[in-house]
C-alpha cells in the first residue's frame, strides 16, 4: 500500500539550532516527493521537491532534504532555526505520474523557542 | 508559478445550506484539484477538476455532496451542499504547473452552525 509518514508530530527546537524533520513513505515506485510549509492563516508554499534528478535537494529559507531510496525517507533538514520557522510543515508524495494526486502527510508542528 | 486566488475568504453558514467556493488562476491550466483541510488536520483531496472533462472524485466524496464545475482554464468552483457541522473546513483549490509542482490557493475557511 502506498502511503506516507511523518514520524514527529510536533517539533520544537532552539533559534539558531538544526531542525530536523522526519518522513518516510510506502510506494513500489519511485515516487515524486515535496515539503510544503503552511504558517498559521497563510496558504500552502513549497520548500523543495524531488523528481528523480540529485538525491540532495535544496529549497528556499535554508532548507534541504535527502532521497534516500534504501530507507524510503525524504527528511527534512535546517541547520540553523530562525523564529520565523515556525509553522506547520506536510511531507507530500505524488504516487503516479499519470494523474498527479498528492499524499500528504499528517504535518510536523514546528515551534522555535527563543 | 501561478498566482491563485479564492473566493470567499471564509464564511459562516447555516446547516442545511450550500456554499460555492470560486477559484481563479492568473494563466491556463489543465489540472486544477480541491483539497478539504478539517481542523487541526492534513490535507485530503477531494476531486480532480480537468477542463472539459467530469470531476473524478476521491474515495468517501461523492458529487451530489461536492459538485465541481471548470467552465474554462482558469477558473473552478467548488460546492458544499446540504452542509453541516462536520463539513467545517479549510477548503483550498491547487493548480499544476511546471511539471509535477502544485500551487495552492489560500483557502476558504468554512463554520458550518
Known amino acids: 500500500a502506498q502511503s506516507v509518514t511523518q514520524l514527529d508530530s510536533h517539533v520544537s527546537v532552539s533559534e539558531g539550532t538544526p531542525v530536523l524533520l522526519r518522513c518516510n513513505y510506502s510506494?513500489?515506485?519511485?515516487?515524486?516527493l515535496f515539503w510544503y510549509v503552511q504558517h498559521p492563516n497563510k496558504g500552502l508554499q513549497l520548500l523543495l521537491k524531488y523528481t528523480s534528478a540529485a538525491t540532495l535537494v535544496k529549497g528556499i529559507n535554508g532548507f534541504e532534504a535527502e532521497f534516500k531510496k534504501s530507507e524510503t525517507s525524504f527528511h527534512l533538514t535546517k541547520p540553523s532555526a530562525h523564529m520565523s520557522d515556525a509553522a506547520e510543515y506536510f511531507c507530500?508524495?505524488?504516487?503516479?505520474?499519470?494523474?498527479?494526486?498528492?499524499?500528504f502527510g499528517a504535518g510536523t508542528t514546528v515551534t522555535v523557542r527563543a | 508559478s501561478a498566482v491563485i486566488s479564492q473566493k470567499p475568504s471564509r464564511d459562516i453558514c447555516q446547516r442545511g445550506t450550500s456554499l460555492t467556493i470560486q477559484c481563479q488562476v492568473d494563466?491556463?491550466?489543465?489540472?486544477m484539484f480541491w483539497y478539504r483541510q478539517q481542523p487541526g488536520q492534513s490535507l485530503t483531496l477531494i476531486a480532480t477538476?480537468?477542463?472539459?472533462?467530469?470531476?473524478?472524485?476521491e474515495s468517501g466524496f461523492v458529487i451530489d455532496k461536492f459538485p465541481i464545475s471548470r467552465p474554462n482554464l482558469t477558473f473552478s468552483t467548488l460546492t458544499v451542499s446540504n452542509m453541516s457541522p462536520e463539513d467545517s473546513s479549510i477548503y483550498l483549490c491547487?493548480?499544476?504547473?511546471?511539471?509535477?509542482?502544485?500551487?495552492f490557493g489560500p483557502g476558504t475557511r468554512l463554520t458550518v452552525l
Open positions: 510506494s513500489s515506485y519511485s515516487p515524486s
Open positions: 507530500v508524495v505524488s504516487f503516479s505520474s499519470n494523474d498527479y494526486k498528492l499524499s
Open positions: 491547487s493548480v499544476l504547473k511546471g511539471g509535477v509542482e502544485q500551487f
Open positions: 477538476a480537468n477542463q472539459g472533462s467530469e470531476a473524478t472524485y
Open positions: 494563466s491556463q491550466v489543465t489540472m
